[in-house]
């Protein structure tokens, strides 16, 4: 087959989508053994011309980036117009798959997409106007597509009721790992022991009650917060003993994970909940929120407890602490069972069975 796969989110910085995007090609072209011709393929802006190529070095695809000014409003025209067909700038193709930013046009040849999540369709107030309005119009499409790849079982079950999608269709791929997350190798060291939370600053993901929940501590753990600036309105961080830390790479993350006597993931919702597996396969005890959208990245080794509970947080950080051992081999192993060859492997599948 002659794969199409879009790579635009790979213009900027390295988000939980676009470390998706990047492990699930990687994966696919693992999978593929060469067999496959995969066309990583973006319209994309200056910016994007540096990044991408820099985020697939290595991977054994064909790259295909095309300079285009304002490019986010290009792409948006390209999907609602519906012409020229992909074919015009990539040639005849099996498979086009579109991941996040656009759905373009195509002639011939499967239809495949990606669904990270629905929080614009359930709480658009979560969510940018941007954000909002390119993922409804994606949505729209997505009952237009061959197969439709979702990061969880949850998600999968979500956008059959909420979207209308044919169960057939739609595929469970979990997102693999970095091969930085791994038990051994440096722990960082913050002055003392300290939980540690990954995200990008939104409303969703909740870190207020993580701060309630360090008060109600003592000072018995600082708190580091990992994450780029996101929008909306923020817990505060002013308080002793927080340590915000920014993005890091995933190596620094790693150490950060390795380190941490906790790491705990608050968030009100989502298409699966990353960080937590990244800790798990680090040797970290993990707290996460019982919303159910994390269930399959928690499985049964993750402590839970209520995204509005900083009581609860607080008793769940001390016990998670105190059974660090315990819960950290248990971890590993249910880490183990997240691949990005996995996802490449179901991806490969679900094409060659709907051809």
Request: hydrophobic share 45%; proline share 6%; with cysteine.
């Given at each position: 087959?002659?794969?199409?796969?879009?790579?635009?989110?790979?213009?900027?910085?390295?988000?939980?989508?676009?470390?998706?995007?990047?492990?699930?090609?990687?994966?696919?072209?693992?999978?593929?053994?060469?067999?496959?011709?995969?066309?990583?393929?973006?319209?994309?802006?200056?910016?994007?011309?540096?990044?991408?190529?820099?985020?697939?070095?290595?991977?054994?695809?064909?790259?295909?980036?095309?300079?285009?000014?304002?490019?986010?409003?290009w792409?948006?025209?390209?999907?609602?117009?519906?012409?020229?067909?992909?074919?015009?700038?990539?040639?005849?193709?099996?498979?086009?798959?579109?991941?996040?930013?656009?759905?373009?046009?195509?002639?011939?040849?499967?239809?495949?997409?990606?669904?990270?999540?629905?929080?614009?369709?359930?709480?658009?107030?979560?969510?940018?106007?941007?954000?909002?309005s390119?993922?409804?119009?994606?949505?729209?499409?997505?009952?237009?597509?061959?197969?439709v790849?979702?990061?969880?079982?949850?998600?999968?079950?979500?956008?059959?009721?909420?979207?209308?999608?044919?169960?057939?269709?739609?595929?469970?791929?979990?997102?693999?790992?970095?091969?930085a997350?791994?038990p051994?190798?440096?722990?960082?060291?913050?002055?003392?022991p300290?939980?540690?939370?990954?995200?990008?600053?939104?409303?969703?993901?909740?870190?207020a009650?993580?701060?309630?929940?360090?008060?109600?501590?003592?000072?018995?753990?600082?708190?580091?917060?990992?994450?780029?600036?996101?929008?909306?309105?923020?817990?505060?961080?002013?308080?002793?003993?927080?340590?915000?830390?920014?993005?890091?790479?995933?190596?620094?993350?790693?150490?950060?994970?390795?380190?941490?006597?906790?790491?705990?993931?608050?968030?009100?919702?989502?298409?699966?909940?990353?960080?937590?597996?990244?800790?798990?396969?680090?040797g970290?005890?993990?707290?996460?929120?019982?919303?159910?959208?994390?269930?399959?990245?928690?499985?049964t080794?993750?402590?839970?407890?209520?995204?509005?509970?900083?009581?609860a947080?607080?008793?769940?950080?001390?016990?998670?602490?105190?059974?660090?051992?315990?819960?950290?081999?248990?971890?590993?192993?249910?880490?183990?069972?997240?691949t990005?060859?996995?996802?490449?492997?179901?991806?490969l599948?679900?094409?060659?069975?709907?051809?």
């Open positions: 087959m002659r794969i199409a796969f879009d790579v635009s989110p790979l213009s900027h910085e390295p988000t939980g989508i676009g470390n998706y995007i990047r492990g699930s090609l990687a994966g696919l072209a693992e999978a593929a053994h060469g067999e496959h011709e995969i066309v990583a393929f973006a319209p994309t802006s200056p910016e994007g011309l540096l990044r991408i190529p820099e985020q697939v070095a290595g991977l054994p695809v064909t790259l295909k980036l095309r300079f285009l000014p304002f490019a986010h409003h792409r948006q025209a390209w999907s609602r117009v519906g012409r020229p067909g992909v074919e015009q700038f990539l040639g005849p193709v099996d498979v086009l798959h579109y991941t996040d930013w656009m759905f373009p046009p195509q002639r011939s040849g499967l239809r495949s997409t990606m669904i990270h999540d629905l929080v614009p369709v359930h709480h658009p107030e979560w969510v940018t106007r941007r954000t909002r390119m993922h409804t119009a994606k949505y729209a499409d997505a009952g237009s597509c061959d197969t790849f979702v990061n969880s079982a949850f998600t999968g079950r979500d956008a059959v009721a909420t979207l209308g999608l044919d169960p057939a269709r739609v595929h469970v791929a979990p997102p693999g790992l970095s091969e997350f791994g051994d190798g440096a722990e960082a060291d913050l002055g003392g300290y939980v540690l939370t990954v995200a990008t600053l939104e409303p969703r993901k909740n870190l009650v993580l701060v309630e929940a360090h008060r109600l501590l003592g000072g018995r753990f600082r708190l580091a917060v990992v994450g780029g600036e996101g929008w909306g309105e923020q817990a505060r961080f002013d308080a002793p003993g927080i340590v915000r830390l920014g993005r890091q790479t995933d190596e620094q993350l790693a150490d950060l994970y390795r380190g941490a006597a906790v790491v705990a993931y608050p968030s009100r919702f989502e298409g699966f909940g990353m960080p937590i597996v990244e800790a798990m396969a680090s970290a005890p993990v707290v996460a929120s019982t919303h159910a959208s994390l269930d399959e990245a928690a499985g080794v993750a402590l839970r407890a209520g995204p509005d509970d900083a009581e947080w607080a008793a769940a950080i001390v016990e998670a602490a105190e059974r660090r051992a315990e819960l950290g081999a248990a971890g590993i192993e249910q880490a183990r069972q997240f990005w060859l996995r996802v490449g492997e179901t991806m599948a679900a094409w060659e069975a709907s051809r």
